[in-house]
């Protein structure tokens, strides 16, 4: 029976290969898979080679706008789209494209191929949005090629612990249901609460799943990590986890590795705009550079030399429902120098801050991002999560879940490491008595902050 069942897991990833390029991939009209068996092939091309794959792939989404998108028809207006340097278009938000949609909809956008998207709304505001079928296959095809760098293959049992983003659209029909059949997914637990009893259900579920790989919050699976060291349980290993959608801490980091002894890998990604990474073994992020352009502009909205901070960027190469061209994600990066040690080439991300508004706005108008900030608890050897609550500019509450062993010495550690960060001008308490925030779609917060800064 063992031998029949070890035959059926080896050769399910074949089956399901075959299944979905000879069925799936002609139904959906979307060869997201065999994108993705030709990455590998992408990736090892000379750099020029790429550039030039994109910069063909970028003139062709100019054309498209020129031609089909009012905004851009201005903006383009009497140019040669072969001679128009990304530069020097003007940077978008969602802000912007939602006070004036018709405008950034191509003509006729509803006969283009696309996926009803939307976005998770961790910054309290949702955005749904139309996304080209061939811009969602690049996106997907660029998280198998990278699910499949941990050791998972293409039809592995795979269990998605939330809800993440990249595989979710505003309404699943038939087709998206077989594909999740095919690919084997399994859900750990429904809802977005980490409290310790269904953290642990979600566990045990996922370790009696049999999950080739996990997938989803970071948050969540640290909750889970955190429940099954308290109970003292042994939980079934997979081959890896990746976490995505929320700022991985490094806490959660050193606890989840600490409870399923797995190799641990973070995602990094939006489908809005469309950009996606996950880390090598160094912790840098390689961003898959067939999906977008990726910029990291300073507050002039100039591009940052490589190890400085800025705002991230994002040019879909592939969407033409609705262009995503220098599109601002509300995200803080510092880009990567040359070539990552670990011989992968390609640009990378040497680190995500976290969003714009996960930043303490302070009274002599200087901004804390979440990296400064997390670096206040890299001793704290008995916070689980923590939380920054900020009221107003000259008040700072500090929410924490902490572990048993939770004394004074360490509150004062914790306090003097934010004053020093703070300043003096800031009022500043610490709770272990009040739970964290979450967002609607169950994310962590890093930063409430309940007031606007101009």
Known sequence: MMSLLRLHTALRPRVVS???????????????????????????????????????RLRAVLRHAQQEVRYYRDVLAGRDVDGVDLAELPVIDKAMMRSCMDDFLSRGWRDIPHIAKKTGGSTGDPFQYPLDRRAWMHIYAANLYFWESTGYRYGDRLVM??????????????????????????????????????????????????????????????????????????????????????LLLPSWRERIEQAFEAPLRDQYGCNDGGIMSQECSLGRLHLAENVSIVEILDDAGRRCRPGEEGDVVVTNLHARALPFLRYRIGDRAVLGAATCPCGTEGTFLERVIGRQ?????????????????????????????????????????????????FEADERSMILGEVRRLVGSAVDIDLTTDEPLERTRGGKHRVVVRTFDSA
């Open 18 to 56: 075959a299944v979905t390029r000879s069925v799936v991939e002609p139904a959906l009209r979307t060869p997201y898979l065999s994108t993705a068996r030709w990455l590998p092939e992408f990736f090892t091309w000379p750099e020029q080679k790429r550039r030039s794959w994109q910069r063909d």
């Open 161 to 246: 612990v939330g809800s993440p983003p990249s595989l979710q659209s505003a309404s699943e029909g038939v087709k998206s249901r077989l594909r999740a059949l095919l690919e084997g997914r399994v859900v750990s637990a429904a809802g977005c609460h980490t409290d310790p009893k269904t953290s642990l259900e979600r566990a045990l579920t996922a370790g009696r799943a049999g999950g080739v790989l996990w997938y989803g919050y970071a948050s969540h699976v640290a909750a889970m990590a955190d429940a099954v060291l308290e109970a003292g349980v042994r939980v079934p290993a997979p081959k890896a986890i990746v976490t995505t959608a929320e």
């Open 357 to 405: 508004g996960d930043s303490l706005h302070l009274p002599n108008g200087k901004h804390v991002s979440m990296h400064p900030l997390g670096k206040c608890f890299f001793d704290a050897r008995h916070v689980r999560r923590y939380q920054f609550v900020q009221p107003e500019p000259g008040r700072v509450l500090v929410r924490l879940d902490v572990e048993p062993g």
